[in-house]
């Protein structure tokens, strides 16, 4: 489906979306002065990036090594070509042990596996752990943003969703309050849980150790507390070395959030005494964007969530207009990677203004890549045919210099003669918030021809 | 006196002319003989924008053959500048002349700044303006240093506009930020385009500013039509015609 009704649906709710805008706009504030607090930020830019460029140019090799030193450390190293594969792998480990209750972390991977329903289906109990994401599972909506998964919630909304399904007070909005609800409610999740399952901000080739990156400590009391711990992860998650942490750890939140780092980076290497822990290593196409020229730099990528708080058509339309995991920028190259037919629109939900490009902690350039999309997309095909039509006969004009005088001349003389109605009306998008210019009675070049001409008699 | 090849995007000879008109008259101020290609129409931008890259390729190719004989090319524009500059190289790679092509196309600040020197600019303005940093011109020719970045602020069109006599700059709450034309995306995501533009609009509003510019008559065409509409009490100006002293 396409992305504009989805945005025009949001922007209908005019002080909704401006709230959203103000919200993300806020966390982009505090992510620059988090960013100038940093003197040699664009150092730390280009070494992230570089170092992501390395490792991903020798993936395969690195993957190996990460598997053989996690084995060593005990931990038990799996492969998964796509989702499918992903979710069949987890639910194997749950179901042989008599796993019925699962707790997790906020891992976006599961959100792209759709692993929640998938487990449901097969009878086990998955809890979000993460607040926002816990607001949006018993809403039953996905996130709407891959660091602030309910950031698309006024805290009257959370009110009412906790009021059904955890038992508070009706019309209660108290942030306190309901913070305080839903770590009862969690507590007690945590302590029932018989698995726990994180996501993975950084796996280590060198030591075969990972690290996660939470705000509320909630990875740490999934896994501390059951004996299984799954990891499920990207396979491009991965770096050298433990010592290129520090670079990727003061990106990642001060891109985020605007903290100097998060208040949990958890480095787990190996299980822990009489437990198990097992890392799932996803492909899931990423291999395929791997052997793009064009758009393997979007594997850098650390889901710091910048891209979107900066992104002026994601503050306003909300990330549900995206229909995908990861929305905003970087969704949008990524998604039609899978499923160019489905996401077709993503690349076109952009004004090429270039802000994710700059905001971006490792560097990619996005806003060129979402044009590369478009070109792909326009190969593919998959170019509405109004446009395509559209801009078959701009460049027609174009290429023809006397055409284009003359159809210049005709719009001129036409359009300000025609009535109202026939210039704005249903078939005239611009017209509907904004009017056009007035069209002067002669063009540039006719003018500058006469002042030539004026200058050459004056001269002569 | 070296020749600079005017380079008058079609949307702005064909609806805005008088910018076309403050352009020749700043080049010339400034000691330079201006020639107007009569047969040039459109860099290609929309096509190329839109993905249909073989739509804008003759273009690019009519572009070199039409400029490269002129010792500079200058547009009232960022965003046509970028193109030329930043994305003709998938067209003209390895052409004759479009490696120089590349060097000597300019936006008309950037060439006032950086090779024409202007220290002075000889009009009285006495009003408000809010300036309105097009994206293309900030972020691909970076023509103004940009909030996401770490790095000293510098702005050209700042630089010039401060030169002008009773001029107050004004300070947006958002420096930088997109006002929502992006082409085709104006009419594609009219929504989130409209809302974009009266957030921008509103931002300027808010500051006092009595004047909204820009180096791109795009953004302004855009912000004027949101602005015209609502009849709100801000006049649009390309920043040619405040530099070169036209309808006060």
Not at chain 1, 40 to 45: N, P
Not at chain 1, 183 to 205: D, P, S, Y
Not at chain 1, 327 to 345: D, E
Not at chain 2, 111 to 132: C, E, I, K, M, Q
């Amino acid at each position: 489906m396409n992305h504009a009704p989805l945005a025009a649906a949001f922007v209908a709710d005019a002080p909704r979306a401006k709230w959203h805008d103000e919200t993300l706009w806020f966390v982009r504030a505090k992510r620059d002065k988090a960013a100038q607090s940093v003197p040699e930020w664009e150092e730390l830019r280009e070494c992230a990036a570089q170092i992501k460029a390395h490792t991903v140019s020798r993936l395969a090799d690195y993957l190996e090594q990460f598997e053989r030193e996690a084995t060593r450390r005990g931990a038990v190293v799996h492969w998964a070509r796509n989702a499918a594969e992903h979710n069949e792998i987890v639910l194997k480990l749950l179901s042989d042990r008599g796993v019925k209750r699962l707790v997790k972390s906020k891992s976006m991977l599961t959100e792209e596996c759709h692993l929640n329903p998938f487990l449901e289906r097969h009878g086990i109990e998955v809890v979000d752990t993460d607040l926002g994401e816990r607001i949006v599972q018993l809403a039953g909506e996905s996130p709407s943003h891959i660091v602030l998964p309910a950031i698309h919630k006024k805290k009257e909304d959370v009110g009412q969703i906790f009021h059904e399904h955890l038992g508070t007070t009706a019309g209660a909005t108290d942030p306190n309050y309901l913070t305080e609800a839903a770590r009862q409610h969690l507590r007690e999740k945590f302590v029932q849980a018989e698995a726990g399952l994180t996501g993975v901000n950084f796996a280590i080739a060198e030591t075969g150790g990972f690290v996660v990156c939470t705000n509320e400590g909630n990875a740490d009391l999934g896994v501390s507390l059951p004996t299984l711990h799954i990891a499920s992860m990207g396979i491009e998650k991965l770096v050298p070395r433990a010592q290129d942490l520090g670079v990727f750890l003061r990106l990642l939140a001060r891109s985020a959030t605007g903290q100097p780092i998060t208040t949990y980076s958890s480095h787990f290497h190996g299980p822990r005494p009489g437990g198990e822990l097992h890392i799932v290593l996803v492909d899931n196409g990423r291999s395929d964007i791997l052997a793009s020229d064009e758009f393997r730099r979007s594997l850098n990528c650390i889901r710091c969530g910048a891209c979107m708080n900066t992104c002026p058509v994601y503050r306003r339309s909300g990330g549900h207009s995206y229909q995908t995991s990861v929305p905003g920028p970087i969704g949008s190259i990524l998604a039609p990677s899978r499923n160019p037919k489905m996401f077709y629109s993503l690349p076109q939900a952009c004004s090429l203004c270039g802000s994710c490009s700059d905001v971006c902690p490792v560097k990619i350039d996005l806003h060129h890549q979402l044009l590369t999309w478009r070109r792909e997309l326009a190969h593919q095909g998959l170019l509405s045919r109004s446009k395509r039509l559209g801009m078959q006969a701009m460049s027609f004009v174009f290429r023809r210099p006397a055409l284009y005088r003359l159809a210049g001349r005709v719009a001129r003389w036409l359009t300000p003669l025609l009535p109202r109605f026939m210039i704005y009306n249903g078939l005239n998008a611009w017209g509907k918030q904004r009017e056009l210019p007035d069209f002067p009675a002669k063009s540039f070049g006719e003018q500058y021809a006469e002042r030539r001409r004026h200058e050459s008699q004056r001269n002569s | 006196m070296p020749t600079v090849g005017l380079f008058i995007p079609c949307y702005v000879d064909q609806l805005f002319p008088q910018v076309g008109l403050a352009t020749v008259d700043l080049l010339e101020q400034a000691g330079y003989g201006v020639e107007y290609p009569a047969d040039q129409t459109c860099c290609g931008q929309p096509m190329a924008n839109t993905g249909c890259t073989e739509q804008a390729r003759p273009l690019a190719e009519r572009f070199l053959a039409i400029f490269s004989g002129y010792d500079y090319v200058v547009a009232p524009s960022g965003s046509c500048v970028a193109m030329v500059r930043c994305h003709y190289d998938e067209y003209l790679a390895g052409q004759p002349g479009f490696e120089e092509l590349k060097k000597k196309t300019f936006e008309l600040c950037e060439f006032l700044v950086d090779v024409a020197d202007t220290s002075r600019v000889d009009h009285r303005f006495p009003y408000r303006v809010g300036l309105h940093q097009s994206c293309h011109g900030l972020r691909e020719l970076r023509l103004a240093s940009s909030s996401e970045l770490v790095a000293p602020a510098f702005g050209k069109a700042q630089r010039l506009l401060q030169m002008v006599d009773g001029l107050e700059l004004v300070t947006l709450a958002r420096p930088d930020e997109c006002c929502g034309f992006g082409g085709t995306f104006a009419v594609a995501e009219e929504a989130v385009s409209c809302m974009m533009g009266n957030d921008r609009i509103h931002d300027h509003l808010t500051a006092g500013a009595e004047v909204l510019t820009a180096n791109d008559m795009s953004c302004l065409m855009h912000m004027a039509g949101l602005i015209r509409r609502q009849g709100k009490p801000l006049r649009v100006m390309h920043i040619a015609e405040i530099l070169a002293g036209h309808s006060k």
